[in-house]
């Protein structure tokens, strides 16, 4: 049967397939369409695409019982295509397959993952799209498998991104079933790069409508890419206060090193171009004015819009201590301050960490051994102790002290102290202690850039964020805001917070996107972090302040799960070396399950063993 839903390729408007039966053995077709499945088995037959002229096939399965799918792959293939664009092979048998298990299999020069979920089996990219991580590993949720490095999740179907972070989706190939053999048809030029950019629409000069993205962070990023991959041909326009495209922001204090901007764009020059986007770099907004529907930017420049998404992030905090202007003290957020920072690191100088949370810390690890020394100034007993707890916090300080790092906790910074020329020399502590420094760098926190929306009539909290609903509007119509400055619903703990987490920034940006476009879609995702310090990444998923924490594995070892638990409800796990737990929590979160004390008694994991 033809479902009752039409797509549009170029000019044409050509019917698509569900999954209902097909009554003739072959249908001739131009074109095959991404993400549709239209092979089902019925009855003894398995529908099946044959050459790449697009023609459909039904083939009798040896074994009738085998209640399998076959899908298409994520590229429309026209008629036109070579053979020598294409390899195709059989990777294995039916019997290969365990249901919700992916596993990788060899196709020519490639390789391919194979997923079975419901009966049908999907061919996808192998690796994350985000830094690469081998999905045969991930967590397999409902229709989607989500990363078990930092928690990006991919439809199983399609291959397309549905959380982050990350920018690409993963090419998604043609399953072919053979009696009991499993053959894949794959592009090579998708086998190769392991990812696929979603293609975007063009500008069309007579579409009258203007959407202006305020952030050139990840949300703005991802809104201003989505609006044009779901299909927007008006006027888009995305501002950003540096003077370069959108880059990867989290790298900077995992990597103070970094020298060139090219390394960690998200995106090329091109590929803003190409999408009709016009990016204005190095400029402010100073207003946003919803009676005129325009936006003041501090170049003078002035874009009406019909919608707007603003997601302009936050300034780093600086200590409000004497000596806090002197050379040499530096916060970390910019490009910027990496280069000013990288100057600065010789075998002969001594560094000053003021701040143990993630900026700090990371910043820390990656001094260690490149600088004569590091001290690190933290309030808490522990580092992180906070976030993880105070079991965790101690061993991480422990695996610093080991690399060399001191600690000076629970104090106090009296002030800065410098020459005549306003140079750092040390950080002086409330008792008196001077901790030698020829740089400093602070990691205290953070002020949200929400001051120039003051006259908008937006509603704005006392600490700087912006409300939002589960839509991410604000109060005043076509205003849409997201990433850091976002007070917006958590839906797994049915509360609303403003959480700076680069993945989430992601979402958000996807998010307005689809909802500036009119897709009334909700907030459907759970906060997930993590931090690298010298190979060991913790991973973290949840939300709320725990009254117990419960563990398994070794925490000073750094071999763990921790189960934060308020109430007897696990609201959020973290975990080192113990893959992929975190993303699996974070599946059953999504899905509405929750995880109680008496489910971690007997077994802490049993419950990762159960489909989810």
Known sequence: MICKFFTEFGRKTIPILNHGFLKTNTINSTYVFVSVSIFRYN???????????????????KDPKQNLMATTSSSPQHSCATAEEYVEDVVCKTTDLVENEPKVFDLKDGKVLLIKQNGQINALGTKCTHYG????????????????WHGACFNITTGD??????????????????????????????????????????????????????????????????????????KLTLVSKEKY???????????????????????????????????????????????KKTVTLSDAQILPYD???????????????????????????????????????????????????????????????????????????????????????????????EKGIEFHMDVEVKQFVGNEGKELKGVELADGTVIPANFCITGIGSNLNTQFLGSSGININPNGTVEVDEYLKTNIDDIFAGGDIANAPII?????????????????????????????????????????????????????????????????????????????????????????????????????????RKDLQADPLAWTKQEL
């Not at 500008?203 to 409508?209: G, I, K, S, W």
């Not at 901007?261 to 803003?272: H, M």
């Not at 999408?275 to 946003?288: L, Q, R, Y």
């Open 492 to 596: 797994t703990h049915n509360t609303k917070a403003s959480i700076g987490h680069w993945g989430l920034s992601h979402y958000h940006g996807r998010l307005a996107a689809l909802n500036m476009l009119g897709k009334n879609q909700p907030l459907k995702t759970i906060p997930f972090f993590w931090t690298m310090l010298f190979g060991k990444s913790i991973r973290y998923a949840g939300y709320g302040k725990p009254d117990d924490i419960l563990y398994t594995g070794n925490v000073d070892e750094l071999k763990f799960v921790a189960f934060y638990l308020n109430r007897d409800e696990v609201i959020a796990v973290s975990s080192c070396q113990m893959d992929p737990v975190v993303s699996q929590f974070a599946e059953l979160m999504i899905q509405g399950k929750k995880l109680t």
């Open 43 to 61: 009855s003894n037959k398995i529908l099946k695409m044959g050459s790449s002229s697009g023609k459909f096939q039904v083939t009798k399965p």
């Open 307 to 401: 919608k707007v998404f603003v997601a302009t992030g936050s300034t780093p905090r600086l200590p409000d201590l004497p000596g806090a202007n002197f050379k040499n003290i530096f916060v970390l957020r910019e490009f910027e301050d990496v280069k000013l920072i990288a100057s600065h690191i010789s075998p002969d100088n001594e560094a000053v960490i003021l701040g143990s949370g993630f900026i700090g810390m990371e910043c820390a690890a990656f001094l260690a051994g490149k600088v004569k020394k590091v001290s690190v100034i933290g309030r808490g007993r522990v580092p992180f102790g906070a976030t993880f707890g105070e079991k965790i916090g101690t061993a991480l300080m422990r695996l610093f002290v």
């Open 133 to 148: 991580a081998p999905l045969e590993k991930s967590a397999v949720g409902d229709g989607r498998l989500r990363c078990q």
């Open 245 to 291: 495209l959108p880059y990867d922001r989290i790298k900077l204090s995992k990597a103070l090193d970094i020298s060139d901007i090219n390394n960690i764009q998200l995106r090329s020059p091109s590929f803003y171009k190409d999408g009709d986007i016009d990016v204005i770099t190095n400029v402010m907004a100073t207003e946003v004015n919803p009676s």
């Open 161 to 234: 991104i549905e959380d982050f972070p990350g920018m690409d989706s993963l090419p998604c190939y043609q399953v072919i079933l053979e009696d009991d053999n499993v053959k894949v048809r794959a592009k090579k030029s998708e086998l190769k790069a392991n990812k696929r950019v979603k293609p975007m629409v063009k500008l069309n000069p007579t579409e009258c409508q203007k959407i202006v993205v305020i952030g050139g962070g990840p949300a703005g990023a991802v809104c201003a890419e989505t609006l044009r991959q779901e299909g927007f041909r008006g």
